[in-house]
């Protein structure tokens, strides 16, 4: 069982991206998947996380109205969209699947962890 992310990169300031997570191994469509981010120095926090049902839930203020989780059930992938982003955001983002069905913001509940994908919002 495998995770992937994709779509990050540099972006300046005020900027948007989208990353991805895909799988394989098993049907993404099916699991509760959160996003997570880790920047050098600190401890991971949770980002965002959709459910199997498809309710989402956000877990930091300041990520609140920028970033939106979503599924795209036709490539069975879960999305993170960032807009407005700032230097703060800058990390290792990293999703993740919790097989119970409701969502958490505690990184020891998730069971399946992808490599990450570097995020960096410089001028």
């Known amino acids: 069982l495998h995770l992937m992310e994709s779509g990050g990169g540099l972006v300046h300031p005020g900027g948007s991206l989208r990353l991805s997570c895909a799988a394989s191994g098993f049907t993404l469509n099916d699991q509760t998947v959160g996003w997570f981010r880790q920047a050098p120095g600190k401890e991971p926090e949770g980002v965002s996380c959709?459910?199997?049902?498809?309710?989402?839930?956000d877990y930091a203020d300041s990520m609140k109205g920028r970033f939106t989780v979503g599924r795209d059930y036709a490539k069975d992938a879960v999305y993170l969209e960032m807009n407005d982003l700032r230097v703060e955001d800058t990390a290792l983002y990293y999703c993740?699947?919790?097989?119970?069905?409701?969502?958490?913001?505690?990184?020891?509940?998730?069971?399946?962890w992808g490599k990450g994908t570097q995020v960096t919002v410089s001028s």
């Open positions: 993740a699947v919790r097989i119970p069905s409701d969502c958490s913001g505690n990184v020891r509940l998730y069971h399946y």
């Open positions: 959709i459910s199997k049902s498809g309710g989402s839930t």
